[in-house]
């Protein structure tokens, strides 16, 4: 959520990171995060601090990919049904 609101996953900014997202490749959108402009110039403009958070980011993601690859192996596959009576829509 960080990341959206602060711009770094917004369609403008990281389309390449979005689609992975979309497409379930979450540990090759992490290594396409950090990609970005924001993360490799950080140092240079006097602002390292982004580079933790986008790390962390990149961390959330590629740990989320494990998560599902760990559930689909004890479970068949199946997560849980949706509660909500709308369609979940990828980011």
């Known amino acids: 959520t960080q990341s959206y609101y602060r711009g770094t996953l917004t ?49 959330a993601l590629e740990d989320y990919e494990e998560f599902l690859q760990e559930t689909k192996a004890a479970s068949g596959g199946r997560l849980a049904k949706n509660p909500n009576p709308y369609t979940p829509k990828a980011i």
């Open 11 to 59: 369609p403008k900014h990281s389309p390449k990171t979005r689609k992975l997202i979309n497409q379930g490749k979450f540990k090759e959108a992490a290594k396409e995060l950090l990609n970005h402009e924001e993360y490799r110039t950080a140092k240079e403009r006097g602002r390292s601090g982004i580079q933790r958070r986008m790390q962390d980011v990149a961390q």
